[in-house]
């Protein structure tokens, strides 16, 4: 099989496509993504430090080919940054109000661009450094798989996916994230992922895979998750992954 991967590393970009950037350094933790070949779809990833104890990181998934939507890509991250610090910069804030402010602005922001409805799943994230703590929303995206010493627990959709309605909110809960912890976020094209049975059915890879991999990574590196998660996806389709993006991203706390 062969792979060929892209990282969040920045490369050369068109005036209306978003802007790849450096992860930022978080003390404790590590971030990482990798993308599956070249970007074909609407999979977008970003992340920035948006106060001291603060790191918002997203993971969004526009539905349509990449050369009809890099309009919309452009304007979710102009979005997504200009509003991250304004929203979670303040030292005392409601970070579960700041997350939905966020997603309604990007909501509105997808539709007006897009001239209509775009559905946009998207799961974005907020880490505080100090406490250990993820303030998240799941807009209609695949779960979240998080790994900690009990096992893998699914951080399903909390609201539709963007783009769809115009008042359309999305719930904001916060979970605990012990020093061991991984986070595993893989956009649509990972889960399916198909390849032939004895019968010449399509097979999907799904969210199970998934899991089965997250479970038996001993390592604690992020970007090692994000590609082993998409070498399987490679290998058992057995075919060039072509028909969609596939991208993983993993948030890693240290133990």
């Known amino acids: ?67 009809d939507n890099q309009p919309v890509l452009s304007a979710a991250q102009e979005i997504f940054r200009k509003l991250a ?34 559905s946009c799943p998207a799961f974005i994230g907020c880490y505080h450094e100090q406490f250990g703590t993820l303030c998240y929303t799941n807009a209609g995206h695949s779960p979240g798989l998080l790994r900690d010493h009990t096992g893998i627990v699914e951080l399903a959709a909390t609201g539709l996916p963007l783009g769809l309605f115009s008042h359309a909110t999305c719930d904001a809960p916060t979970v605990g994230l012990e020093k061991g912890a991984a986070l595993l976020l893989v956009s649509r094209g990972v889960l399916e992922g198909k390849c032939k049975d004895d019968k ?46 596939m991208t993983a991203l993993a948030f890693v706390r240290a133990a």
């Open 1 to 67: 099989m062969r792979s060929l991967f892209h990282s969040s590393a920045p490369e050369a970009a068109s005036a209306v496509e978003p802007v790849p950037s450096e992860f930022p350094l978080i003390e404790g933790a590590e971030i990482a993504a990798v993308t599956y070949g070249p970007r074909v779809a609407g999979d977008f990833y970003d992340s920035l430090r948006v106060s001291p104890e603060r790191i918002l990181f997203g993971l969004l998934d526009v539905a349509g080919r990449r050369q």
């Open 200 to 245: 010449k059915e399509d097979l999907e890879f799904g969210l199970e895979r998934v899991k089965d991999l997250m479970r038996d990574a001993a390592s604690g590196n992020p970007r090692q998750l994000c590609t082993s998660v998409l070498n399987a996806v490679g290998d058992f389709t057995c075919a060039p992954l072509v028909h969609d993006d």
């Open 85 to 118: 610090a304004d929203l979670f910069g303040k030292a005392d804030l409601n970070e579960s109000e700041a997350m939905t402010e966020l997603c309604l602005r990007l909501n509105r922001g997808i539709m007006e661009v897009a001239g209509g409805v775009r």
